[in-house]
């Protein structure tokens, strides 16, 4: 088995040296072959060179990819994946608030037979002004999606590597990466991890980590309608359409039979009504153009037999 741990980050220079330690003390001597994927999210401090460093010690061991900018946790994580080449990827912090240690329980519960393993901060070190919208968030997440693990944003995970490399990361996906493998059908489970205060540099995620709430609807309004666009707007706008019309449609039949017609509140409504319901169905219309010009989706295949 070789193991790939991949660790996105972001001015995190006083850690580095640390972490690499910590990492080869946990997994050396379980004579397991391993690589650390440095993915550096466009730091703007030494980080890079204590990579080349640390590359420099072990060559074999170290690789690093460095964004020209800052594009985020998700996409740092997605980049150190696809170039990962072990059977299995784990995922970890920078910071040294994971603690490496904890990689053998994980793998452990990998060879379960679970898919993805999820770490579970459940004697969290961090602040409460992250740890109550934390509890907030994975209850919500926790009922919406269905997953029943604790932690859903934990970065310290481990994945088979073919789940973990098709799993689509960007934007700010990497708070709902358990969910996104569940409704691909893959087998997520949780262990409880070790957590450490932050010991050196500050936390990258300010006000984002609430906002973040949003991508769960975006989530689920993808999962449901990212392919078929027009029937979540077209039966909006029916249903508009079809109440405008029918109300209005009373109004004119009264209006040919008396020959009078009173602007009331309701014909107004229906009006708009009416006109909402066109404008909700185009917007499907344009939707469906949107999606059938983008690559085919891809499907996530457990097992093939050629
Ligand atoms: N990180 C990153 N890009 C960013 C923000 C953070 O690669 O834009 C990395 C960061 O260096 C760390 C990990 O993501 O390794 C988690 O970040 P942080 O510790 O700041 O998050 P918190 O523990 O506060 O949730
Ligand atoms: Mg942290």
Not at 17 to 35: G, N, S
């Amino acid at each position: 088995m070789k193991l790939s741990i991949v660790v996105p980050l972001f001015n995190e220079e006083d850690s580095l040296r640390d972490l690499t330690k910590a990492i080869d003390i946990a997994i050396a001597p379980r004579k397991h072959e391993y690589e650390i994927v440095f993915v550096d999210d466009g730091s703007t401090d030494h980080s890079p060179d204590i990579c080349k460093e640390l590359h420099g010690q072990y060559p074999q061991k170290i690789k690093m990819y460095r964004f020209s900018r800052n594009y985020g946790k998700s996409a740092a994580l997605s980049l150190g994946i696809e170039k990962a080449s072990g059977d299995t990827i784990i995922t970890m912090d920078a910071d040294l608030q994971d603690d490496p240690s904890a990689i053998p329980s994980m793998l452990e519960k990998l060879n379960e037979g679970y898919d993805v393993v999820s770490g579970w901060k459940k004697r969290r070190k961090d602040p409460i002004t992250k740890t109550f919208p934390s509890l907030l968030y994975n209850g919500l997440t926790r009922l919406v999606s269905g997953v029943k693990i604790h932690d859903f944003n934990c970065g310290f995970k481990a994945y088979r590597a073919p789940v973990a490399k098709t799993l689509e990361i960007y934007g700010e996906r990497h708070r709902y990466l358990p969910v996104l493998a569940h409704w691909d059908g893959y087998r997520v489970a949780e262990v409880v991890v070790p957590h450490h205060p932050r010991k050196y540099g500050k936390s990258k995620f300010g006000i984002s980590r609430a906002t973040g709430m949003f991508d769960l609807l975006t989530l689920l309004f993808l999962r449901k309608y990212m392919r078929k666009p027009l029937h979540f707007f077209g039966l909006l706008g029916l249903i508009l359409f079809l109440a405008g019309s029918t109300v209005l449609g009373y109004f004119g039949i009264q209006w040919l039979i008396t020959g009078e017609m009173h602007v009331r509140p309701l014909v107004l409504l229906s009006v708009g009504a009416i006109i909402m319901g066109i404008q909700f169905v185009s917007i499907g219309l344009i939707g469906e153009m949107i999606t059938h010009s983008v690559p085919k989706h891809r499907y996530s295949v457990r097992e093939s037999i050629e």
